[in-house]
């Protein structure tokens, strides 16, 4: 998406989703796994990312904000490691 997102509530950006703007919330924000921000984010309430995503300049809060790790999956090694 070009441009800036604008919203009176909660933001929830899903993943590898990317806002070519500024996000400005009057709620709390929160982006998913891999989701690029061009510019900054502002939120009245909590911004929570992933450690893959992406904010090109500020982020400005007045509550906190929680950055996630991204799950890691454990793959079997072996056939027999199915089960």
């Given at each position: 998406?070009r441009?800036?997102?604008?919203?009176?509530?909660?933001?929830?950006?899903?993943?590898?989703?990317?806002?070519?703007?500024s996000?400005?919330?009057e709620?709390?924000?929160?982006?998913?796994e891999?989701?690029?921000?061009?510019?900054?984010?502002v939120a009245?309430?909590?911004?929570?990312l992933?450690?893959?995503?992406e904010?090109?300049?500020?982020?400005?809060t007045?509550?906190?904000?929680k950055?996630?790790r991204?799950?890691?999956?454990?793959f079997?090694?072996?056939?027999?490691?199915?089960?």
């Amino acid at each position: 998406m070009r441009g800036n997102l604008v919203s009176k509530g909660n933001v929830d950006i899903q993943d590898e989703a990317v806002i070519g703007g500024s996000v400005h919330a009057e709620g709390s924000v929160r982006l998913g796994e891999k989701v690029a921000i061009g510019l900054s984010v502002v939120a009245e309430g909590d911004v929570e990312l992933y450690e893959n995503s992406e904010v090109k300049k500020n982020i400005l809060t007045h509550g906190v904000i929680k950055v996630l790790r991204c799950p890691k999956l454990d793959f079997p090694s072996t056939v027999e490691d199915i089960g």
